[in-house]
């Protein structure tokens, strides 16, 4: 059976991956003869398990995962014709991009994914599609910081010395801000952007985006830079209740909202080149992108739904509302690699000591 050949399959090749198989409720025989569709994951599994049950509920078709947090397209492409992956879920449109540069996904040309999903957010040759959306903003201290706007260009401001924290700059999620800054602005001014953002560290970058309102809370730092969705995940966060401290501490400052607009990033699918269910793929992704879907995604993970139909959750409602930077997300692709070797350059996560 097609099912217990990819679980194998990924328990033998894939032993370094957490594997996950969504379980199919109540549906048995029904959802085998319907078939199934084979996921390769950067998502956490369970960021997409609500999805894929309701998909699975709907349609009978099963859901089968590998979650790795590196190597999928690695994997992609040393499988080539072979591989079981009908689709790759990914955070980053950089991401996205470099599994079509590398030829391992295949156009879809579906009027449905057109209709629900902006331009902005897809790939012009219909590579890869987006399906949630976040911002890259400003924590800034609800004590220590009067001020209700920002820009990004005004992080490299000597007034803010010794008071920013920031996690690694080669984390994709800065690498993809700082492409930003380069397609806007050019790269010199991008270098010296990042400069002046070094000098104004409070401490060598570290941790994940949450460590950022952590030490925005104990006073080590006034701003930080953090994805949207963490301020949910701190303000809900039963099993770690100090994150509510954290999240409470700061406020959302949307960069640049009096001109460009903030930046913004997608998570995203793309139908693999050699997609063995090819048909099933095609449905799940329209299912991702349909009104239902996007729904399940606001409310279950607080990112922005990409289909402008749908409105974020209350809790992101409540942070006001988001100008996203118009900038085509391919963009970003084009220029992350040089981001991150201007990051190296000025010696970024070293610090500002250096
Ligand atoms: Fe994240």
């Not at 201290?141 to 992080?155: A, G, H, N, P």
């Not at 380069?182 to 952007?193: D, L, N, S, T």
Request: aromatic share 8%; with cysteine; charged share 25%.
């Amino acid at each position: 059976m097609q099912a217990t050949r990819f679980a194998r399959r990924g328990t033998r090749a894939f032993a370094q991956f957490a594997f996950a198989l969504t379980t199919v409720t109540g549906l048995g025989s029904v959802a085998l003869a319907q078939g199934e569709v084979n996921i390769y994951s950067y998502r956490q599994p369970q960021l997409i398990d609500p999805l894929l049950k309701a998909f699975t509920e709907k349609t009978g078709i099963k859901t089968n995962i590998v979650y790795a947090a590196d190597g999928l397209n690695e994997r992609l492409a040393a499988e080539g014709q072979n591989s079981p992956a009908d689709l790759l879920f990914t955070v980053d449109a950089g991401r996205l991009s470099e599994a079509k540069d590398a030829g391992l996904t295949q156009p879809v040309d579906d009027a449905l994914l057109k209709n629900a999903i902006p331009a902005q957010f897809r790939d012009p040759d219909n590579h890869w599609f987006g399906i949630t959306m976040r911002s890259r903003i400003v924590y800034a201290s609800k004590d220590r910081v009067k001020q209700d706007t920002i820009t990004y260009e005004e992080l490299a401001d000597p007034k803010w010395k010794g008071k920013i924290c920031i996690r690694s700059g080669q984390h994709v999620y800065n690498t993809s801000l700082i492409a930003t800054i380069i397609a806007h602005k050019g790269e010199a001014f991008a270098e010296q952007w990042l400069k002046g953002v070094k000098a104004n560290l409070a401490q060598k970058p570290a941790g994940g985006d949450r460590e950022q309102a952590r030490d925005i809370h104990s006073g080590k730092c006034d701003i930080a830079l953090g994805n949207t969705y963490y301020m949910a995940l701190m303000a809900t966060n039963e099993k770690n209740p100090e994150q509510k401290e954290w999240g409470n501490a700061i406020k959302p400052l949307f960069p640049n909202a009096n001109d460009r607009g903030s930046h913004i990033n997608i998570s995203g699918m793309a139908l693999a080149k050699y997609a063995p269910h090819k048909a099933n793929a095609l449905k799940l992704m329209e299912f991702l992108a349909s009104d239902d879907a996007q729904k399940i995604y606001a409310t279950a993970n607080n990112e922005y739904p990409v289909n402008p139909k749908v409105e974020p959750s209350a809790i992101v409602r409540s942070w006001g509302p988001l100008k996203a930077d118009p900038l085509p997300l391919e963009n970003i692709a084009k220029y992350r690699k040089r981001a991150s070797e201007l990051v190296d350059k000025v010696n970024f996560d070293a610090g500002p000591s250096t």
